[in-house]
């Protein structure tokens, strides 16, 4: 007998760091410890309740205009979305519709899988080498896109403008997007390359160096061209994809440069004396140019940590899979008194 079920499209979702309901140092999903500018506030009380009864503006103007001034680029080269999570989404949608598979590192961000299965996007993974850096000649040979962060996560591991500038030389033939969800903790971005070449994407986010993963705002810089094939999927998918509130604050957000540089710099500032202190534990760890540090101690299990400091109310995140990272923890950055206190109950657990 025919069953409904046969004709159901089945995936694996994605699963996303738990998000306690007790108060816990919660080091588990590379939030941003600090609140976002006050400016943040203001603007969101100052939407009226009877702006809430219209649609919000399909084309997000006000933000995109806010985003395009910041990096210095026309409108036409700024697209928005609920999160980078769904920017990712509606590249893969758009860019990714070759029979040639999309290629990404072994061990990165655990979403490329989910929406190259969800899109039936064919997709081949590239193993890094023992130290988590991207071996480069893997990226040479015709393909149907590529999609890398930088830094990756979740090791923390960052390549230079002008590694990603041989890739995407290299491929005429596909979009390359950047995924650069943490690159404002330290690293450089490859937004620039956007105007010398018509084929790459930078993705970015309000999520982490924003502090304001709960608003959810992510956007994309390319191309008029890139930005236009886009924009048309998505207003083929959602017109509505940006709320009237989420419009304004995010706009306050890049109003307030000093406040997001000051504490940009409070979150590298804590992420140095944590690896200091990691390293005298015994953990070590690629360097990070994010607000994560990957981590592996000489010999206490990974899991086992994991657990007695979930025990102490502090989270922090584990992925069992691939086998090779499955002695690592990811470490968000918090405050200076949150890691005071994870450190303390750490070395308890190790020693
Ligand atoms: N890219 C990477 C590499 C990430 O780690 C995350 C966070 N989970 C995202 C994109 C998505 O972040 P958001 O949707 O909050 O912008």
Same mark, same amino acid.
């Given at each position: 007998?025919?069953?409904?079920?046969?004709?159901?499209?089945?995936?694996?979702?994605?699963?996303?760091?738990?998000?306690?309901?007790?108060?816990?140092?919660?080091?588990?999903?590379?939030?941003?410890?600090?609140?976002?500018?006050?400016?943040?506030?203001?603007?969101?009380?100052?939407?009226?309740?009877?702006?809430?009864?219209?649609? $919000?503006?399909?084309?997000?103007?006000?933000?995109?205009?806010?985003?395009?001034?910041?990096?210095?680029?026309?409108?036409?080269?700024?697209?928005?979305?609920?999160?980078?999570?769904?920017?990712?989404?509606?590249?893969?949608?758009?860019?990714?519709?070759?029979?040639?598979?999309?290629?990404?590192?072994?061990?990165?961000?655990?979403?490329?899988?989910?929406?190259?299965?969800?899109?039936?996007?064919?997709?081949?993974?590239?193993?890094?080498?023992?130290?988590?850096?991207?071996?480069?000649?893997?990226?040479?040979?015709?393909?149907?896109?590529?999609?890398?962060?930088?830094?990756?996560? $979740?090791?923390?591991?960052?390549?230079?403008?002008?590694?990603?500038?041989?890739?995407?030389?290299?491929? $005429?033939?596909?979009?390359?997007?950047?995924?650069?969800?943490?690159?404002?903790?330290?690293?450089?971005?490859?937004?620039?390359?956007?105007?010398?070449?018509?084929?790459?994407?930078?993705?970015?986010?309000?999520?982490?160096?924003?502090?304001?993963?709960?608003?959810?705002?992510?956007?994309?810089?390319?191309?008029?061209?890139?930005?236009?094939?886009?924009?048309?999927?998505?207003?083929?998918?959602?017109?509505?994809?940006?709320?009237?509130?989420?419009?304004?604050?995010?706009?306050?957000?890049?109003?307030?440069?000093?406040?997001?540089?000051?504490?940009?710099?409070?979150?590298?500032?804590?992420?140095?004396?944590?690896?200091?202190?990691?390293?005298?534990?015994?953990?070590?760890?690629?360097?990070?140019?994010?607000?994560?540090?990957?981590?592996?101690?000489?010999?206490?299990?990974?899991?086992?940590?994991?657990?007695?400091?979930?025990?102490?109310?502090?989270?922090?995140?584990?992925?069992?899979?691939?086998?090779?990272?499955?002695?690592?923890?990811?470490?968000?950055?918090?405050?200076?008194?949150?890691?005071?206190?994870?450190?303390?109950?750490?070395?308890?657990?190790?020693?």
């Amino acid at each position: 007998m025919k069953n409904w079920k046969d004709n159901v499209r089945k995936v694996v979702p994605y699963t996303p760091g738990e998000q306690p309901k007790a108060k816990v140092i919660k080091l588990n999903t590379n939030e941003n410890p600090y609140p976002p500018s006050p400016l943040v506030g203001n603007a969101i009380s100052g939407v009226t309740l009877d702006s809430l009864r219209k649609y $919000p503006d399909p084309a997000c103007d006000i933000l995109i205009s806010a985003i395009a001034k910041y990096h210095g680029f026309d409108k036409e080269n700024v697209f928005v979305g609920v999160g980078s999570d769904d920017v990712l989404a509606m590249g893969f949608l758009t860019f990714f519709n070759s029979n040639e598979p999309v290629l990404f590192p072994d061990i990165t961000y655990s979403f490329y899988d989910v929406w190259a299965e969800l899109f039936r996007i064919p997709y081949v993974v590239k193993p890094l080498d023992d130290d988590f850096k991207i071996i480069a000649s893997d990226y040479e040979g015709s393909c149907g896109g590529i999609v890398i962060p930088n830094p990756n996560a $979740p090791t923390g591991v960052a390549e230079p403008v002008s590694f990603f500038e041989e890739i995407i030389k290299a491929h $005429p033939e596909c979009v390359v997007i950047i995924d650069e969800a943490y690159v404002d903790f330290g690293y450089q971005s490859c937004i620039e390359l956007t105007r010398k070449y018509d084929n790459v994407l930078v993705v970015r986010t309000f999520s982490k160096s924003r502090a304001m993963a709960g608003n959810r705002i992510g956007y994309a810089v390319g191309s008029k061209e890139l930005i236009k094939y886009l924009s048309d999927c998505k207003f083929s998918f959602n017109s509505y994809t940006m709320d009237t509130i989420t419009l304004a604050a995010g706009v306050a957000s890049i109003e307030d440069d000093e406040y997001f540089k000051a504490r940009v710099q409070d979150v590298i500032a804590t992420r140095e004396w944590t690896k200091g202190q990691l390293s005298e534990l015994g953990f070590s760890f690629p360097d990070s140019k994010s607000n994560f540090i990957f981590a592996k101690h000489e010999s206490v299990d990974a899991v086992h940590i994991f657990e007695e400091l979930k025990k102490r109310g502090i989270y922090v995140r584990h992925f069992s899979k691939p086998e090779r990272i499955a002695d690592y923890l990811r470490i968000s950055i918090g405050t200076d008194e949150e890691m005071r206190t994870f450190i303390a109950e750490l070395s308890k657990i190790v020693k």
